[in-house]
C-alpha cells in the first residue's frame, strides 16, 4: 500500500492472485453484491464497508487460492453486469430470492444507490 493510489481493496487483490496471501481482495463491484443482498450493512465510508466484508468472508479464506480467486471473478462479474451501481439489472438476477436491495425495490420503498 505504500505505492500511490493502491489502497487496502488493490493490495488484498494483488496479494490473492499472486498467491501470497489468502484474502479475498474485492473491488467495490464485489463489495456492493454483499450490501445489497443484505449480507453486511454498508457503513459511513468504504473502507469500514470493506472491512466488514472481510470479517464476514475470513471464514473462508481456509478454502484456498483457486475458489477465492474464482469467488473474486464471479463476485466482480456480477457487480459490473447484473447488480450495477446504477440502474441495476434485477430482471437478469439469480438472487432475487435472498436481495435485499431487490426485495425494497419490489415492495416500493426507495434504495441507495
Known sequence: ???PSIGEPGAEKILLFGRSHQVLGLD???V????????????????ATYRVVQM???PYQSLGYEWLIRA?????QHGQEVCRRTRPRCDRCCLTNVCAYFSAASS???TSE
Do not use: C, W
Open 72 to 76: 473474486h471473478q464471479l463476485l466482480r
Open 1 to 3: 500500500m505504500r505505492f
Open 108 to 110: 416500493g420503498l426507495s
Open 32 to 47: 456492493r453484491v454483499f450490501t445489497r443482498l443484505g449480507i453486511v450493512d454498508e457503513a459511513n465510508s468504504y473502507a
Open 56 to 58: 464476514v468472508v475470513e
Open 28 to 30: 467495490s463491484n464485489g
